[in-house]
């Protein structure tokens, strides 16, 4: 099923490419794709909204394939769950992503080992050429670094420790982290509605 992605990140485009590569979903770009102004009210009510736009502009163009989107985020036990749906905007939009990094290295320096926990989550909204909406989630808990560990994966990766494996995302392999990660869930719930 050829299939548009509503992204503009790189590396989620990488990584949702390698995870559905070889699947029913024969993932595609559009150049002409513009970004909605997101939300701050839910996972699912962004993901729709950029699925939505997508499809919307794909139409104008004469294109009618289906639609996919993610909108993710990271949720600290420290900030009560934030910055959450916030996440590309945490320390200020423009904020480059060192000091994005170490604004929020810095809010768990102050507390103690087990109140450092969070959780990725994705959410995923994949629209059929005939309008159906499939909506799937995925999670991953772990613990923010007061060190950045590792240069693999993208955002918040170098401060996200996966206890089970004793790392960092960004410090494994993409193909690792698509195993473990919010996306690669995810993706895995989508493959799975999608054959239902
Ligand atoms: P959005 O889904 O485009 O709203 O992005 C949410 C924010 O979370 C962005 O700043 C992303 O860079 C970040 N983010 C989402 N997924 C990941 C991930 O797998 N690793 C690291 N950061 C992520």
Same mark, same amino acid.
């Given at each position: *099923?050829?299939?548009?992605?509503?992204?503009?990140?790189? $590396?989620?485009? &990488?990584?949702? #490419?390698?995870?559905?590569?070889? +699947?029913? @979903? =024969?993932?595609?770009? /559009?150049?002409?794709? %513009? =970004?909605?102004?997101?939300?701050?009210? +839910? /996972?699912?009510?962004?993901?729709?909204?950029?699925?939505?736009?997508? #499809?919307?502009?794909?139409? !104008?163009? &004469? @294109?009618?394939?289906?639609?996919?989107?993610? =909108?993710?985020?990271?949720?600290?036990?420290?900030?009560?769950?934030?910055?959450?749906?916030? +996440?590309?905007?945490?320390?200020?939009?423009?904020?480059?992503?060192?000091?994005? !990094?170490?604004?929020? *290295?810095?809010?768990?320096?102050?507390?103690?080992?087990?109140?450092?926990?969070? #959780?990725? %989550?994705?959410? *995923?909204?994949?629209?059929?050429?005939?309008?159906?909406?499939?909506?799937?989630?995925?999670?991953?808990?772990?613990? %923010?670094?007061?060190?950045?560990?590792?240069?693999?994966?993208? &955002? /918040?990766?170098? %401060?996200? /420790?996966?206890?089970?494996?004793?790392?960092?995302? &960004?410090? @494994?392999?993409?193909?690792?982290?698509?195993?473990?990660?919010?996306? $690669? #869930?995810?993706?895995?719930?989508?493959?799975?509605?999608?054959?239902?």
């Amino acid at each position: *099923m050829k299939t548009y992605l509503a992204t503009k990140n790189a $590396g989620k485009l &990488g990584e949702i #490419r390698n995870m559905l590569a070889g +699947s029913p @979903i =024969d993932l595609h770009t /559009y150049d002409g794709y %513009i =970004d909605p102004v997101e939300g701050d009210d +839910s /996972y699912v009510a962004n993901a729709l909204l950029k699925a939505r736009a997508l #499809r919307e502009q794909l139409q !104008l163009a &004469g @294109i009618h394939d289906a639609v996919l989107a993610d =909108d993710s985020g990271i949720e600290l036990d420290a900030l009560d769950g934030g910055p959450g749906v916030l +996440s590309a905007r945490y320390a200020g939009e423009t904020t480059p992503w060192p000091q994005r !990094l170490e604004t929020m *290295m810095s809010e768990v320096r102050h507390v103690p080992e087990d109140r450092r926990g969070a #959780r990725f %989550i994705c959410v *995923m909204a994949l629209i059929t050429p005939d309008g159906r909406e499939i909506v799937v989630e995925g999670d991953v808990r772990g613990q %923010i670094t007061t060190e950045l560990r590792g240069t693999n994966g993208f &955002g /918040y990766d170098p %401060i996200f /420790y996966y206890p089970p494996i004793g790392k960092t995302f &960004g410090e @494994i392999p993409e193909a690792e982290k698509n195993e473990l990660s919010h996306r $690669g #869930r995810a993706a895995r719930a989508l493959l799975e509605a999608l054959a239902a």
